[in-house]
T-cell receptor, first 119, second 115 residues
Framework: DTGVSQNPRHKITKRGQNVTFRCDPI?????LYWYRQTLGQGPEFLTY????????KSRLLSDRFSAERPKGSFSTLEIQRTEQGDSAMYLC?????????????????FGPGTRLTVL | GDSVTQMEGPVTLSEEAFLTINCTYT??????LFWYVQYPGEGLQLLLK?????DKGSNKGFEATYRKETTSFHLEKGSVQVSDSAVYFC??????????????FGTGTQLKVEL
């Protein structure tokens, strides 16, 4: 399977602990996105990378959140001092990027998500 | 800012019924529009997309037409099957996203198809 993969699929942690999630995008995709989805809502954008550069962060991404994509391949999302409000599904997506045509039309391919529960 | 509004669910239909899920958007310029589907226990999958006004996206019997005059992108299917039961998300990528191409999603509409 050459789709987007995320690990772990489920994470249960106690309030105040740190957690880290990993995303492996489709290999030839140079854009990688993180979204967060809470129950009954659509996904909300958190941040994105083009290759190894983090080019945009949402105001939703507090200073307890940090994301990296050190070699332009896989990415990690770390949440420090977790709070119960951080409980959500964290989604990763990747897309190719082309300077031709309309880049906004590039399809984003989503992974299965990591479900975080903070007790 | 950009936003997407879609009809609330759940929507319950009998097999072979006609489906419409309404979606309207607010965005400046000419956004690209998408429908994603999330089957139980699976990740989001792109169902169809349209990148300019009057374009019709289609896939697996589903269709949606980009209507700029009504800022709408309603999803339709002529005859639904039990296997279409899922959550459907309307989404857009705005024209002025600073190059980020981030998706803005609606809240999702759950569809349940019964025999």
């Amino acid at each position: 399977d050459t789709g987007v993969s995320q690990n772990p699929r489920h994470k249960i942690t106690k309030r105040g602990q740190n957690v880290t999630f990993r995303c492996d995008p489709i290999s030839e995709h140079n854009r990688l996105y993180w979204y967060r989805q809470t129950l009954g809502q659509g996904p909300e954008f958190l941040t994105y990378f083009q290759n190894e550069a983090q080019l945009e962060k949402s105001r939703l991404l507090s200073d307890r959140f940090s994301a990296e994509r050190p070699k332009g391949s896989f990415s990690t999302l770390e949440i420090q001092r977790t709070e119960q409000g951080d409980s959500a599904m964290y989604l990763c997506a990747s897309s190719p990027f082309s300077n031709r045509g309309r880049p906004s039309a590039d399809t984003q391919y989503f992974g299965p998500g990591t479900r975080l529960t903070v007790l | 800012g950009d936003s997407v509004t879609q009809m609330e669910g759940p929507v319950t239909l009998s097999e072979e019924a006609f489906l419409t899920i309404n979606c309207t958007y607010t965005a400046t310029g000419y956004p690209s529009l998408f429908w994603y589907v999330q089957y139980p226990g699976e990740g989001l999958q792109l169902l169809l997309k349209a990148t300019k006004a009057d374009d019709k996206g289609s896939n697996k019997g589903f269709e949606a037409t980009y209507r700029k005059e009504t800022t709408s992108f309603h999803l339709e299917k002529g005859s639904v099957q039990v296997s279409d039961s899922a959550v459907y998300f309307c989404a857009l990528i705005g024209t002025f996203t600073g190059g980020g191409n981030k998706l803005t999603f609606g809240t999702g509409t759950q569809l349940k198809v019964e025999l």
